[in-house]
C-alpha cells in the first residue's frame, strides 16, 4: 500500500523518524485499563499503521497493564528495521485502575524487563521516566534516584535511549545533568500550551518534544474557531489540531492514538494539511479560551 503523507523527520536519539508516529495506548480497554474489546482489530490498526509509513509507535507496559505491548508483539513481532518502539517507566496501575507512582530502583528495573518481555525485545529503543510526583499534572521533586537508575540500565545495554514525561522544566534540567535526555514527553496541544517555552527551548538543543493527549485526550477538543478553520481548510477539526501541531515546531513528534483504521487515516494524512498565516493565528489565540482540561472556548 502507498505510504500517505506523514510530514518530515526528526531526529530520535540516535533515530530518524517521521514526525508523525503513533500512540497505542487506546489499543487497551477504557482509560487504558483491561483488554481491548476487540483484539483482531487492534492488530489490524497497527499493521495498518505500518503498513502507511508509521516508524515511531509509543507505547508503556502499564497500558492494560502489558495488553499494548502483547498486541504490538502479536501484530509486528518480528519487528521491522527501523521501526522504533518508545516506552515508559515510572508508574504502576492499581488493582481498579487507578495510576501509582513506582520509582524505586527495583521499580524501574522491573518495568524494564517487563517492557522487554513483552515486546519481545532485547534492548529497549526508547525509554521514558515518567514522573509521578502529582496525579493532576507535573510537579516539582527531584528525579535523580530513579533517572540514576535508569541510566544504570542504559550502562548495562538494556536501553538504547532516555527521555523524560510528565515533567517541569527544572526537571529537565535535572536530568540533562545526569543523562544524555533524547525527548519530552508532556501534556500539550492547541488548547493546553503551559510548555509552550519547553519546546522553543528542547528545539534549540536538538531534543525532540512528544505531546500527549494532542487531540485533548479524555477531554476532546472542542472549539467553535477549530471548527470554522477545519471547515475552511477541508478537513476534520482533530486534523486541523494536529497539522497545528506539526506547524508549532520541527522538534514535534505526534503519537495520536485510535483503535479505528478510518481514523488512523484521517490521523496520517493531517500532515498535508495546508494551514494560511491567517488560520494559524486564528488558532494560536485558542490558548487564551483554554479550560483546565484543554478544550477551547
Request: charged share 20%.
Amino acid at each position: 500500500m502507498k505510504d500517505l503523507p506523514i510530514a518530515d523527520t526528526y531526529r530520535l536519539g540516535s533515530h530518524t523518524v517521521r514526525r508523525l508516529g503513533y500512540g497505542a495506548m487506546q489499543l487497551a480497554g477504557p482509560n487504558a485499563f483491561g483488554p481491548p474489546k476487540d483484539r483482531k482489530a487492534a492488530v489490524a490498526v497497527l499493521r495498518e499503521a505500518i503498513a502507511l509509513g508509521v516508524d515511531h509507535v509509543d507505547t508503556s507496559d502499564i497500558y492494560g497493564p502489558h495488553v499494548t505491548n502483547e498486541i504490538i508483539r502479536e501484530a509486528l513481532h518480528p519487528y521491522r528495521d527501523g521501526l522504533v518502539i518508545a516506552t515508559k517507566v515510572g508508574a504502576v496501575r492499581g488493582p481498579t485502575g487507578s495510576w501509582e507512582p513506582a520509582s524505586s530502583a527495583a521499580d524501574i528495573e522491573r518495568a524494564v524487563h517487563d517492557n522487554l518481555r513483552h515486546l519481545g525485545l532485547d534492548v529497549l529503543d526508547v525509554v521514558n521516566l515518567r514522573a509521578m510526583f502529582s496525579a493532576a499534572g507535573p510537579a516539582e521533586g527531584s528525579i535523580e534516584a530513579p533517572l540514576t537508575a535508569l541510566a544504570e540500565l542504559q550502562r548495562r545495554g538494556l536501553v538504547r535511549h532516555i527521555g523524560l514525561s510528565n515533567v517541569t522544566a527544572a526537571q529537565i534540567a535535572e536530568g540533562r545533568k545526569l543523562t544524555e535526555i533524547v525527548c519530552v514527553q508532556n501534556y500539550y496541544n492547541l488548547a493546553h500550551r503551559h510548555d509552550d517555552a519547553v519546546i522553543d527551548e528542547l528545539a534549540a538543543l536538538g531534543v525532540a518534544y512528544v505531546p500527549f493527549f494532542p487531540l485533548g485526550g479524555f477531554a476532546p477538543l472542542q472549539s467553535s474557531t477549530l471548527s470554522a478553520v477545519a471547515a475552511r481548510v477541508g478537513a476534520t477539526p482533530m486534523q486541523v489540531a494536529l497539522a497545528w501541531l506539526l506547524r508549532r515546531s520541527p522538534n514535534v513528534l505526534l503519537i495520536p492514538g485510535t483503535s479505528s483504521i478510518g481514523h488512523l487515516r484521517e490521523n496520517l494524512a493531517s500532515a498535508s494539511i495546508a494551514l494560511s498565516p491567517e488560520d494559524l493565528a486564528e488558532l494560536d489565540g485558542l490558548s487564551k479560551h483554554a479550560d483546565p482540561r484543554g478544550a477551547g472556548a
